[in-house]
């Protein structure tokens, strides 16, 4: 019913910057929170970036000053702005949404993940 579609993954060397964008599509009647995911290869997946419909915005640490989110809710679309970025950023990015899907009864909450871009960051 919902799909998270991201794109913008590729190879960079480090010190460069990447932007990555997720767009939702569905039977959608609101997004709540939107976030990106980080999962470095042989690693879990660690939160990186969240906003919430209000775009208030909260980071890892590890990318505290680099990385930005943000959102367009007119597109149901998410962004991350990658800056300076470091061999230790690559591995596959994910977007995750929390939607509110409404069908002919009730409203349903549902938590999407996207299939993940690839980012490698050579050094």
């Known amino acids: 019913q919902v799909q998270l579609v991201e794109s913008g993954g590729g190879l960079v060397q480090a010190g460069g910057s990447l932007r990555l964008s997720c767009a939702a599509s569905?039977?959608?009647?609101?997004?709540?929170?939107m976030g990106w995911y980080h999962q470095a290869p042989g690693k879990q997946r660690e939160l990186v970036a969240s906003?919430?419909?209000?775009?208030?915005?909260n980071y890892a640490d590890s990318v505290k000053g680099r990385f930005t989110i943000s959102r367009d809710n007119a597109k149901n679309t998410v962004y991350l702005q990658m800056n300076f970025l470091k061999p230790e950023d690559t591995g596959v990015y994910y977007c995750?949404?929390?939607?509110?899907?409404?069908?002919?009864?009730?409203?349903?909450?549902?938590?999407?993940w996207g299939q993940g871009t690839l980012v490698t960051v050579s050094s």
């Open positions: 906003t919430t419909s209000s775009r208030s915005t």
């Open positions: 995750n949404g929390h939607v509110v899907i409404h069908d002919t009864t009730s409203y349903k909450y549902l938590e999407v």
């Open positions: 569905g039977n959608i009647f609101r997004i709540n929170d």
